[in-house]
């Protein structure tokens, strides 16, 4: 067993070892020149010194195109005097290097002069194109260089979509030049509800924070470099009281609200308010924030969330019930998925697939090219239907890759076992892009809290992710992730104990009560003080 992590498809170990140091020589052809690059950078990280580059095939490392081996796939042939790696593109080449990484330096804490790495033949390729996370920074904001950080880890972890939930009810993160009260209001918050969903303890702080257009092209070119991509989501029509406390106008009856400091709203009925589907000046300015993202982010997806909206004010808004009536519309429902096929169809325009949470499938009358993401705890029959007619579906599932819930709730052993078929979806589909964790932040304010919530949880992502179904084994993955752990504490990440992951059943419904009603960052305390006593 090679600690490897996620574990590849084949790997055969040879005798022997393979040794770099200081006279060790490295050849890439042009095309994976970035990956030998990145390799150069971890040994001299490492060791303090950068291998030989030479132009010549006889090399101790070398980095060859093949084309016939699959997109994002990579395969390494070690012996003991040469190391060759042959991929079809820089993405395999870079996941390539990730696995030597992990084979080289996993053990290590000092800087040596040599490094060693066991003899092996490895044959490698992802289980799913979309490898996905999700990071909420309306709730909270962390800035560019935590953004950085983790895109290194989810490159790490052959990782290779990051949704970035940029704006919401608390918050909206996102320069908009057409819009400028969006950050000048919207960024802003009073203070943070900061016990639990059950309490209305306030942390009077003021939390605020958006990212220039500036940043996000280098955020997003940092990311295209490590072959992720960075889907953007704009949450509408609900959740967006953010940009409605800015423009008033936003809404049904132009309502002044302000960017939510409790969850539910800042006064009664607030969570009501959400955009007009009725207004001319709603789907302008929807139009004109996509023009401005477009521009920024050249991912072919565009996420919307369109999650938890409710129809309260659709329901007494003359605009929205002359808009039902002029498009013959059966109710409010199938006003939403008008509201979301004009939406996909402007996307289409700008060479981009809209994408929503799964509760858009509600109406029936929707665009065949939007994406379904599956989140909801319960089964959802529309998504098989959805499926069935070759639709395409992101699995995101609340009991397994909802990464803010506490371990107790959503245990390792649920993500690595997550099993599509429990609901209903069969694995062979080709219409499954593939998995998404969602990591929302109303409970994480600060980094330390973040790497909490996602390590070891995005180990075992990675893994169920990547490799094969039949290849999963929740009791040689522990055992590979243990001898992990040490990568991580030197990479300054504070992961979750082994022995909190996967907690009992009984225990874990307590927990749950009291993270939903009274603390939720109970187990984040202990875990806390079970480190400052086993300096873990």
């Known amino acids: 067993m090679i600690n490897v992590i996620p574990k590849p498809v084949k790997c055969e170990e040879q005798y022997g070892e393979f040794i770099i140091n200081s006279s060790t020589s490295i050849y890439a052809d042009d095309s994976l020149a970035y990956a030998r690059d990145r390799l150069i950078d971890i040994i001299e990280q490492t060791c303090g010194y950068r291998l030989n580059v030479v132009i010549s095939t006889t090399a101790n490392i070398c980095f060859y195109v093949n084309r016939k081996i699959k997109d994002e796939g990579y395969e390494i042939d070690c012996d003991i005097d040469r190391m060759n790696i042959f991929a079809s593109t820089k993405a395999g080449a870079l996941y390539a290097v990730q696995t030597i990484r992990q084979l080289v330096l996993s053990d290590l804490i000092d800087k040596p002069s040599v490094l060693t790495m066991h003899a092996v033949k490895i044959e490698d390729y992802p289980r799913y194109s979309w490898r996905g996370l999700m990071l909420d920074e309306s709730r909270h904001f962390y800035g560019p260089e935590a953004v950085k950080n983790l895109l290194d880890m989810m490159v790490m ?8 939930h940029l704006t919401d009810n608390n918050g909206w993160r996102i320069e908009i030049k057409g819009y400028p009260k969006l950050t000048q209001v919207g960024s802003y918050r009073a203070g943070t509800q900061s016990k639990a969903w059950g309490s209305n303890i306030i942390d009077w702080n003021p939390h605020e924070g958006f990212y220039t257009q500036n940043e996000i092209k280098e955020i997003v070119s940092y990311a295209a470099r490590r072959n992720i991509m960075i889907v953007p989501e704009i949450d509408m029509p609900a959740h967006l009281a953010a ?10 009856f132009n309502k002044s609200i302000e960017p ?25 300015f929807i139009y004109d924030v996509i023009d401005e993202l477009s521009k920024l982010f050249p991912s072919p997806y565009f996420h919307i969330g369109g999650d938890e909206a409710p129809k309260t004010e659709w329901k007494k808004c003359p605009n929205c019930q002359k808009m039902i009536e002029d498009n013959k519309l059966k109710d409010e429902e199938e006003l939403q998925g008008y509201f979301n096929n004009k939406i996909a169809v402007y996307l289409k325009r700008k060479g981009k697939r809209l ?4 509760e858009v499938l509600k109406s029936d009358n929707l665009e065949n090219s939007i994406i379904a993401q599956y989140w909801t705890a319960k089964s959802d029959p529309k998504i ?19 990464f803010d819930m506490p371990y107790s709730k959503v245990n390792l052993k649920d993500t690595y076992n997550f099993d599509e078929e429990k609901y209903g979806i069969k694995d062979h589909n080709k219409a499954i892009l593939g998995i998404e964790a969602t990591l929302w932040t109303e409970w994480v304010p600060t980094q330390q809290r973040l790497d909490f919530q996602l390590y070891p949880r995005m180990e075992a992502l990675s893994e169920v ?8 084994d929740y009791k040689e993955f522990l055992a590979r992730l243990n001898k992990f752990l040490p990568t991580l504490k030197s990479l300054g990440k504070v992961y979750c104990p082994l022995n909190m992951v996967d907690t009992d059943k009984f225990k874990g419904a307590f927990d749950f009560i009291t993270f939903l009603k009274r603390n ?16 873990y």
């Open 157 to 164: 972890h052959k990782l290779n979509v990051l949704h970035w």
């Open 243 to 252: 940009a409605i406390a800015s423009y008033p106008e936003l809404g049904c």
């Open 260 to 284: 939510f400091v409790l969850h539910r709203g800042n006064n009664p009925g607030e969570i009501d308010i959400i955009a007009c589907a009725g207004k001319d000046f709603t789907y302008k």
């Open 355 to 358: 994408i929503a949470w799964n």
């Open 384 to 402: 098989n239907s959805w499926l069935d007619d070759g639709k395409n579906v992101i699995i995101s599932k609340h009991q397994s890759f909802y």
């Open 465 to 472: 992710s990547w490799t094969p179904k039949d290849m999963l």
């Open 520 to 535: 939720a960052h109970f187990e984040y305390n202990k875990a806390m003080a079970y480190r400052k006593r086993r300096r």
